[in-house]
Structure formats: structure tokens, C-alpha cells
């Protein structure tokens, strides 16, 4: 099955702990997203990729960090400096991801973070 | 800030009545696009409509553009329980080609 893989599912923080949500697709777009979403909100964009070894700040990139070192995976690293990191994760893929292009998302399943 | 604002934002239906959702954005676009989630899970993709298009249809689902009134509807006709879902809009940024969405309709769809 092509897709995308969000692990793990549920995750959580300690006060002061990095932690580093995993998302793999094997649907070889070049065009990878990370999206924040708080209860009962719309998504927010992180953090975007458009191609190897190359990444964007979103609205909200602030306490947060990736890499794209290969096409397949785009992790996210939610720091210490992220005071609020409770609320559920989404990445999607597009892809091309350039401008003007009519793209359709294809999102993962999601993780919950939550802090102890 | 949201580029997308749907409304309402709680919508309560019986099986086999239709079921409107609007979307009002604020600047320029060149497509918008409708996505559902599940509950816990991530977004699906509905259907895309290109700013040079008035409506569009994909099975049950009917979506208008009003880009004189900067607004969108998507309308599901003969609702399921199984469309039970939240409903987000989301539009691109100018020639960005990044999605801003806006925080969605949920919807219940009662057997």
C-alpha cells in the first residue's frame, strides 16, 4: 500500500525532553509537510520541504525542527523551547509542491503529543 | 490568521438529508480544495475547484465558488452516518502554493 506513516501514534513529553515524531512515504512525492492542529481548530503549517536537503519555516516553526536528508522521510522535532506542545500532529506529502501547482494533500494518520 | 473560515461550525442532520458547509476567504486564490477527517485521523482530500470554475461535482458531493463573494460551499446530498466527519476548506496563498485551512464544520450525521 502507498501511503504515508506517522509514528507513533501517541507520544509523550516530559518537561525539558526533545522528542521527534517519524513520518515515512513511499508515494515518491518531493513535497513534504508538517501541520499542528488544536482541538477543535484547523491545521496549522509547521515546517515544509520541497526537496532533499532543503526545508521552509511555516507560520508556527518556532520550538520546532526537521530534516530532509532523504525523499522519503521529513522527522519533526519538537523542542523544549515549544512550551505548548500538546496537540496532534499531521504530515502530509504533495508531489511537486511548487507554486501555482493544483495539488492535492495526502496526509498521514497523525500523532498525539501530550505533555507529562 | 486563517485565510478560510467555514461555517457553521457544528452541523446535525438526519440519514438522507443534505448537508451544506460554507467556506469565506479573505484574499485572491487560484483553487480551493475540501478535505474531510475522521476523528483522530488525518485528512482525505474531497475535491479540488479552480478559480476559473463555478461548480464541480464528484459523486454526492457539490461545491460551488463565488470568487466575486470570496466564498465556497460544499453540499452532500443523501447523507450517510458514515459521512460523519469534520470538513475543512483550504485555499492557496497567492503563488505559494501552500494550503492555508480553515477550522472546519463538524458534522453528524444521526441514523
Known amino acids: 500500500d502507498g501511503g504515508i506513516t506517522q509514528s507513533p501514534k501517541y507520544l509523550f513529553r516530559k518537561e525539558g525532553q526533545n522528542v521527534t515524531l517519524s513520518c515515512e512515504q513511499n508515494l515518491n512525492h518531493d513535497a513534504m509537510y508538517w501541520y499542528r492542529q488544536d482541538p477543535g481548530q484547523g491545521l496549522r503549517l509547521i515546517y515544509y520541504?520541497?526537496?532533499?536537503?532543503?526545508?521552509q519555516k511555516g507560520d508556527i516553526a518556532e520550538g520546532y525542527s526537521v530534516s530532509r536528508e532523504k525523499k522519503e522521510s521529513f522527522p519533526l522535532t519538537v523542542t523544549s523551547a515549544q512550551k505548548n506542545p500538546t496537540a496532534f500532529y499531521l504530515c502530509a506529502s504533495s508531489m511537486f509542491g511548487g507554486p501555482m501547482e493544483e495539488e492535492k494533500l495526502f496526509f498521514g494518520s497523525g500523532t498525539q503529543l501530550s505533555v507529562l | 490568521s486563517q485565510q478560510g473560515e467555514e461555517d457553521p461550525q457544528a452541523l446535525s442532520i438526519q440519514e438522507g438529508e443534505n448537508a451544506t458547509m460554507n467556506c469565506s476567504y479573505k484574499t485572491s486564490i487560484n483553487n480551493l480544495q475540501w478535505y474531510r477527517q475522521n476523528s483522530g485521523r488525518g485528512l482525505v482530500h474531497l475535491i479540488l475547484i479552480r478559480s476559473n470554475e463555478r461548480e464541480k461535482h464528484s459523486g454526492r458531493l457539490r461545491v460551488t465558488l463565488d470568487t466575486s463573494k470570496k466564498s465556497s460551499s460544499l453540499l452532500i446530498t443523501a447523507s450517510r452516518a458514515a459521512d460523519t466527519a469534520s470538513y475543512f476548506c483550504?485555499?492557496?496563498?497567492?503563488?505559494?502554493?501552500?494550503?492555508?485551512f480553515g477550522q472546519g464544520t463538524t458534522l453528524q450525521v444521526k441514523p
Open positions: 520541504s520541497q526537496i532533499v536537503n532543503d526545508f
Open positions: 483550504a485555499t492557496d496563498r497567492g503563488n505559494t502554493g501552500k494550503l492555508i
